[in-house]
């Protein structure tokens, strides 16, 4: 998979093949270049890709090339990992300070140029797990990994870059490690350190950065914004991956499709503060980095002391964007998603948040879960207000102790009870939380986010609670296992409904409080690590007021999430095919609600309503002992259906075939439409969704994905066809349509 050449002047030039792309790079007078990255090439050395330009005395050129190569300048260099104030003027992904110590001073401290240049490589097989923070994996046979140190000539800093290529993706995962080898003993500040930079030459025509925007409710909708010379950039400082945008984005270009054109894919494996941005510089370079955001983030380095940045994943594809997404849904399935539940078949729930927010007792639990088991429902999940004096959202986020008032049999034998039904059992909890009014606050005020002497904001009436701080976590760790060891607890919905301000961590000395949101991240990471370790055998699934930190970092530890708290099944389709860009089906946590519907007051057919949520982890939120018994019956066809249609959905491929957005839709009121297809083309599932009618609207449906050779029934109509005429001509789905209507089509091989 890594193969190295010697250039002409002996430096090593490296060309990583991964699944079908090709990524290579070179050492050139020392420095690391990047040469190309696409669709799998046959030559090693590409240096003649080289940017030169043209003698021009304002450029700077470092002294070292200067007799050799008047051409080369760092300014149009293309750079693996391009560092600072050293003749590159184009944003950074390193940037470190130099500092005294007591009695200890240098000509550096102070200043922040960082140059690095090329020491040494190493190639093992497989991925080395380099800390504890969330990563892709790999065996020894399924991937290899370059390592190559770089170091700064004056001070001695090293830089250590991992490169890992797989034989099955077309991906390279990339982290950096900072040590401070430096030859002085000083502490250094690290300003900036991205987990991944690329610098792309000539991409025709027009580039575009893909990205994924949204707010609370409405998450994850696709944008295209064209690149122009300067910096277009998505980023969080909430503290959290955050509902706004998400740590992903797709370098395009105008031209790309769904299965035409080149698509980059650059997602960042981290919860916290992030930037992805694309800096266009005067030579159309487009410089593409990912990592930590650097606003609000510094981190002190003592000597010997070395930094990990997040991972960042690289996905190509130069058939458009369903192939760069088919990639990502495969690798973070099957090598970032953990433990049991990765693979086993997820259970059809009812959370009783919509059925009852938080006016329930036991009494009225019990009977929803009763109507659950008679519609063959699979588990019970008991969602907020089960503890402390929890009967609104003003109170009790931290007292993690069962509210008897309310769950008067005691949890232990409600789940009994609920077990007895049949049903597995769930909760929700929001660790990282803490409400003002709650026995938590009163006893420790200083455990929550704060800066002292300076007003704390407030947000769904709570604070953050410190994560940076070990008592917290000991006190979280050992009131959940209390909980989850008290009774038969199979599934934690693990939320997180607010943003983090005032950041400051008392217990951290000046020089190092802003370290605190990239700490608190950790230290969450630490906690979901104690748990899923004590507890491996429970489901977990994510929550942030929706898909507020649903990225892929979470995944890591919880194999589903809650994708949106708009259960609107025609808001859904925007929200989940846009999560589909990155996020597989079986991430996506997806529910039939009431009607008419509690965010948008719109009413869908329960029919339509099934077939959105079916694309995910499916379940239902809403009071089942409210249904007619019509709809109880749809609830037994649905979740039959679920199960006959998991194994095409959750591990097929999917296929965009009509996004809610393109042009197609002008013309025939606005649509969508998707299919999996299973991995050895036996079996496929379309869904179709008229989300507005027009008059007299004609869609004939191009499949995709099938073996043109095989011939597929229509298991409804019994109807064969040939798998090319489905991909060719299409199928004819014109008839009369209103608005939310929809259809699924299933097709098996014969
Ligand atoms: C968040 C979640 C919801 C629900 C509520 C409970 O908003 O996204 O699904 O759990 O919290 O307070």
Redesign the pocket.
Known sequence: MIHVHHSQRGEPIFHLKSGDSSYVLSVFHGYLLHLYCGAQVSDDDLEYLLVQIPHDSVVPRPSHTYEENKWFSCDAATFEYPANGCGDFRPSAIAVKMMEAHGNSSAFAGTTATDLRYVSYEIVNGKPQVDKQPAVYASDEEAQTLIITCEDPATKLTVKLYYTAFRDFSAICRRTVIENSCKEQLPLDILRAYSASVDFTSIEPQPQLLHLWGTWARERHVERTPLAHGTVSVSSKRGASSHYHNPFAALVTEETTETHGMAVGLSLIYSGNFEISADTDPYGTVRLMAGINPSDFTWRLEPGESFVTPEAVLVFSDEGLGKMSRTFHKLYRSHLCRGEWRDKTRPVLVNN?EATYFDFDDEKILSIAKEAADCGIEMFVL??GWFGQRNS?KSSLGDWFVNEDKIRCGMKKLVEQINALGLKFGL?FEPEMVSPVSELYKAHPDWCLHIEGREKSIARDQYVLDMTRQDVRDYLFERMSAILSSANIEYV?W?F?RNLTEVGSGWLPAERRQETFHRFVLGTYELLDRLTTAFPQILLEG????GGRYDPAMLYYSPQY?TS?DTDAMERVDIQLGTSMVYPASSMSCHVSACPNHQTGRMTSFRTRGHVAMGGAFGYELDLTALSDEEKELIRQQVDEYHRYYNVINRGDLYRLIMPNDTYNGKQGKCAAWMYVSEDKSEALLTFVVMRTSVKPVYFLKLQGLDPMAQYRDEESGRIYHGDTLMKAGLNLTRRYTDGDSMVVHLKKV
């Open positions: 948040w969602d907020d959202d929700w919905k939320d409904n929550c942030s007021s929706g809650w708290d």
